[in-house]
């Protein structure tokens, strides 16, 4: 009797190595499909109607000073746009603080615009039936710096300040989950679903994952900025909210972008 | 006014090889807003695609097509310096045509 069951335990073992091994064959074959899904898409990435919006906001004249922000500085000289992004977030001379695309934009709006503060940051991102111009702007001068190496400068003080900053809240832990960035991506192959989650504490995973954004992201029909992204990192750990273009969202895109260096940026991208 | 579609009218071997870029919500009339009203169905029902003037496509497409669509066909015939336009009209009437050149 003794034997019988022994023999019948060491069966269902078996079993269950088995399936366990089939469970993560599966997982990965997913994960690959996942990567051909992406590629299949790549070739018409609904982003570029986001580029070619975003460069007609640019040159158009708006606002109470009824300006464009072609003379908008993004640290390359007034104008300049193409290979901006990848040396972004950067200090500023100008306000005597690092900034990075998203809250230098609304600085221009405000400076060459006249646009009031509150106005310019109001409602960045879009959603059903709602299109922004910040989304637009920053799909179009993202889109130039594709193909150019990521170089954030960390020279001046203030500079390595945010990078700092950025550190710390990257590994803070806190909120109602007792959450940090760090719980799910100072981690080797982890997942939220099918969704591979990038190890950002190395190098060849942040830089992967920091040039593929902003992105279009097909199940919300959006371009994703940076600045969303964070804002929903906070929410998935249920942070308090994370103001837009707050000091707190520079430094950690400044912690995050500094990693990347040397990489070439290839966004607007495509995610599910 | 809709925004302005993306063309891209290129030569593969003997043939144009055009892809398109459409901005549209694209809306099933399914879904619900947050205040369970159904959102009215609203999405593109017609497309042209001609070539110096004739058509060389014409798709009837429904409610299953995603936002933001992306068509990409080939057509014989066709040379570089060539004008390839395409039109859409959607379920409300709403149009929106644009043109290319073949590189």
Redesign the interface.
Same mark, same amino acid.
């Given at each position: 009797m003794n034997r019988t069951l022994g023999g019948a335990a060491r069966a269902a073992c078996a079993v269950m190595a088995l399936s366990a091994a089939g469970a993560f064959a599966q997982q990965r074959s997913a994960v690959e499909e996942i990567e051909r899904y992406r590629q299949a898409l790549g070739?018409?990435? /609904?982003a570029?109607?986001w580029e070619?919006?975003g460069e007609g906001i640019w040159k158009k004249a708006a606002g109470p000073k009824n300006a464009s922000l072609e003379k908008c500085d993004l640290g390359l000289g007034p104008g300049v746009v193409k290979g901006a992004y990848a040396q972004l977030p950067r200090y500023f001379a100008d306000v005597d603080k690092v900034m990075d695309l998203e809250t230098r934009l609304v600085h221009c709006r405000v400076t060459l615009q006249g646009i009031s503060p509150e106005e310019a940051k109001k409602s960045p991102f879009g959603g /059903?039936?709602r299109k922004t111009d910040n989304d637009a702007l920053v799909a179009f001068i993202t889109a130039e710096s594709r193909g150019i190496a990521m170089a954030v400068p960390m020279s001046h003080p203030k500079e390595v300040e945010a990078f700092e900053v950025g550190k710390k809240i990257f590994f803070h832990r806190g909120g109602p989950y007792d959450f940090a960035c760090s719980t799910c991506h100072a981690v080797d192959n982890v997942r939220i679903r099918l969704q591979d989650l990038p190890n950002l504490t190395k190098q060849a995973d942040a830089q992967k994952a920091y040039t593929a954004w902003p992105a279009y992201r097909?199940s919300q029909?959006e371009v994703r900025t940076f600045q969303w992204r964070l804002e929903d990192c906070f929410r998935q750990q249920r942070f308090p909210h994370l103001d837009f273009t707050s000091d707190a969202s520079i430094a950690l895109t400044m912690f995050l972008a500094r990693n990347a260096n040397g990489a070439p940026f290839n966004a607007p991208s495509i995610k599910r | 006014m809709a925004?302005?579609m993306?063309i891209r009218a290129t030569m593969a071997g003997d043939k144009v090889e055009v892809?398109v870029?459409m901005?549209h919500?694209m809306e099933t009339g399914q879904r619900k807003d947050s205040k369970g009203a159904a959102?009215p169905a609203h999405f593109i029902q017609n497309v042209t695609a001609t070539h110096n003037g004739k058509v060389v496509l014409s798709a009837e497409w429904g409610p299953a097509v995603?936002?933001?669509p992306?068509l990409?066909f080939k057509f014989a015939g066709g040379k570089p310096g060539d004008k390839v336009s395409i039109t859409w009209t959607d379920n409300k009437g709403e149009k929106r045509t644009d043109e290319a050149t073949v590189s």
């Open positions: 070739d018409g990435n /609904p570029e109607l070619a919006r /059903p039936g097909v029909g | 925004d302005p993306k892809k870029l901005s919500e959102i995603s936002k933001n992306f990409s």
